[in-house]
């Protein structure tokens, strides 16, 4: 970037309500003593490869098929824009059961999560039925059928990010191929306008900046207010997946070193005005091999369970095919298995797995 956008100041908050993420800790630990306690050894834990906790996050992906074959995304690869069968709920509540150290899931992988709506909706009431904190991400274009907004919110769903990756038809059907402007923004409205009425209004606009979109920066925190979104992300990453395809695709596309510090704090200015707040996202100078306490967090606290339950290391690779750590049926085995003690110690010795390469510094 031609000035460095300050991170600290401008990171999307990471809870949409602090209050409820502190209630939700606090009854989780009341009620399930061996969380807090495995909490407490993770906190208190110094990064290593072997370790005397339980992972505290999941990614949990409940579909691998989408609806839309976005231009930046590795399921427009997939027959049928489909890798592999749902999860079963009786899967995803054994994955619960066992993994008595989880804080947080982020239920959503690399599909549409409301492609299985019911199911979906069941596994939000049921991690939240353990006080665990809950969020997910949606393309939107499903809200409308069978209110699926008012169920998606009174599942007591904690954070739900909408992709909105164009402030015009033109450019969202060019990335978002599948979509259509027009019945998103129907859609978005109908959510924040229920959220609200309801007094859970716990959504995010989030945008993937790119060089389809970039024109349209400052039509986006407009756009954000029409929908009634409280808060905009705008994302300056676009994902390899640890594959080399993707890296040459996405970088004909990635905008990030045009993009600068004025342009940013004007755009969140704007959003101020709107009553909006604009944040930022993106990695590349986030993780550093040369600095033990900027390594990648995920080895250390969390995995991602993909939908036929095979282990993959991160949300950034979200593919089994790309890279597996073994069968999430037998989770925590695989935590402490030697695969994972050397996927550690490739981290923590600073020789970076070349699918993990993409969220370093250049030359980690």
Not at 160 to 175: L, M
Not at 215 to 226: I, Y
Not at 311 to 328: H, K, R, W, Y
Request: hydrophobic share 35%.
């Amino acid at each position: 970037m031609t000035q460095t956008i300050n991170r600290e100041a401008h990171l999307p908050t990471p809870r949409a309500d602090q209050a409820l993420w502190d209630g939700t800790m606090q009854a989780g630990f009341k009620a399930y003593p061996e969380r807090l306690a495995n909490w407490t050894r993770y906190k208190e834990s110094k990064r290593t490869d072997r370790l005397d906790y339980l992972p505290v996050r999941m990614d949990i992906e409940n579909v691998s098929r989408c609806n839309y074959h976005c231009t930046m995304c590795q399921v427009s690869d997939w027959p049928k824009y489909t890798r592999a069968a749902d999860m079963e709920l009786a899967d995803f509540t054994r994955l619960l059961d066992e993994q008595i150290g989880l804080v947080e899931v982020k239920l959503q992988g690399m599909g549409e999560p409301l492609l299985a709506a019911d199911t979906f909706f069941a596994m939000v009431r049921e991690a939240r039925r353990r006080h665990l904190w809950v969020r997910s991400t949606t393309n939107g274009s499903l809200l409308h059928l069978k209110d699926n907004y008012k169920h998606l919110i009174d599942s007591d769903i904690c954070e739900i990010q909408v992709s909105v990756d164009g402030a015009s038809a033109e450019s969202y059907e060019t990335i978002r191929r599948g979509g259509k402007f027009d019945r998103l923004k129907e859609n978005a409205t109908l959510l924040n306008g229920y959220a609200r009425d309801v007094g859970r209004h716990r959504t995010r606009m989030w945008v993937v900046v790119q060089k389809t979109n970039f024109a349209e920066l400052e039509a986006f925190p407009a756009l954000a207010a029409e929908l009634g979104f409280a808060r905009l992300s705008l994302s300056l990453d676009l994902n390899d997946w640890g594959q080399d395809r993707w890296r040459q695709v996405n970088d004909q596309v990635d905008m990030q070193r045009k993009f600068d510090a004025e342009r940013a704090r004007a755009l969140v200015e704007d959003g101020k005005r709107r009553g909006v707040e604009v944040t930022f996202w993106y990695i590349d100078d986030k993780y550093d091999r040369r600095d033990p306490a900027k390594l990648c967090p995920w080895p250390f606290e969390r995995l991602y369970i993909a939908s036929d339950m095979r282990t993959v290391p991160c949300c950034m690779i979200s593919n089994p095919d790309v890279f597996e750590l073994g069968d999430a049926r037998e989770l925590t085995r695989v935590w402490h298995s030697d695969a994972m003690v050397q996927f550690r110690q490739a981290h923590l010795s600073g020789n970076i797995p070349d699918v993990c390469r993409f969220c370093y510094k250049t030359g980690g």
